[in-house]
């Protein structure tokens, strides 16, 4: 007669079993414990490798293999959302010459001489980073949406007054004024940030917020609370502060400027 077998194991989720009775081979599922507790029984019985003494080395080299693929994919994940808080590079607009500035900024900085002061000491572009990018953000929807709009001629009485909006009213440019005294509280340097000039969809003179970033130049606008690249905006760029001196230099867009930018 026939000894019983008892079950052998082998690299499967399957028993083998002899069956004395039957003189067959009968296939037994085995009940798993899940994979790591599975992945122990066949170290403990060397079915990976076949001999005793290797086991435990080969068990080592998995864990160490597992353990940097995990760091490789944790790696990845945070350079993912780094990447995805950004905003997407573009070519920064450039300037060609120097430009006559508008009366109501003349003004403005004969009052606020600080706020239109160049300190070359200054870097002329923001190394953007994930958490400079939340703070121009929330600083542009925030100012959009306290400030209410309206043009000068009928909050003063008067075409164009470049100034902040203290009372919580004012047109394009007080928006824009007052975004980058808050950045610059915020640690931003002041030079980086240069209002500018363009001619809108209406055909008319606005003034945005331009940032020059290590991103590119993006536009804060009170018509909208998407900060965009320069050239996705729309308008076409007449002049900008310059970053050398108190004054202006000119982007190029038409030949005939704007005097006021008068709309809201």
Request: proline share 6%.
């Amino acid at each position: 007669m026939m000894e019983p077998v008892e079950p052998r194991r082998v690299n499967s989720p399957f028993t083998f079993r002899l069956s004395p009775k039957f003189n067959h081979v009968s296939l037994v599922k085995r009940t798993l414990t899940g994979w790591w507790g599975m992945r122990q029984d066949y170290f403990k019985n060397s079915l990976f490798c076949g001999v005793n003494e290797k086991p435990a080395v080969f068990g080592t080299f998995i864990k160490t293999a597992l353990l940097g693929v995990s760091f490789l994919l944790s790696g990845a994940a945070a350079q993912a959302q780094t990447l995805a808080s950004l905003p997407p590079s573009s070519v920064p607009i450039t300037s060609v010459g120097s430009a006559r500035p508008l009366q109501g900024w003349s003004d403005f900085c004969a009052k606020y001489r600080s706020e239109c002061a160049v300190n070359a000491s200054e870097p002329d572009t923001i190394e953007m980073t994930p958490q400079i990018w939340k703070t121009i953000v929330s600083v542009n929807q925030r100012v959009n949406s306290t400030i209410k709009a309206v043009t000068d001629a009928d909050h003063w009485g008067v075409v164009d007054v470049w100034g902040f909006p203290d009372d919580g009213k004012g047109d394009c440019e007080d928006f824009q004024l007052l975004k980058r005294k808050l950045l610059a509280e915020a640690g931003l340097p002041r030079r980086a940030m240069r209002m500018t000039v363009v001619i809108d969809e209406l055909g008319e003179g606005h003034a945005v917020l331009m940032v020059r970033t290590s991103r590119g130049d993006f536009v804060l606008d009170n018509k909208k609370n998407a900060i965009l690249p320069w050239h996705q905006t729309g308008y076409v760029y007449i002049k900008r502060e310059s970053q050398d001196v108190v004054g202006w230099v000119s982007l190029g867009g038409i030949m005939s400027s704007p005097t006021t930018t008068a709309n809201r």
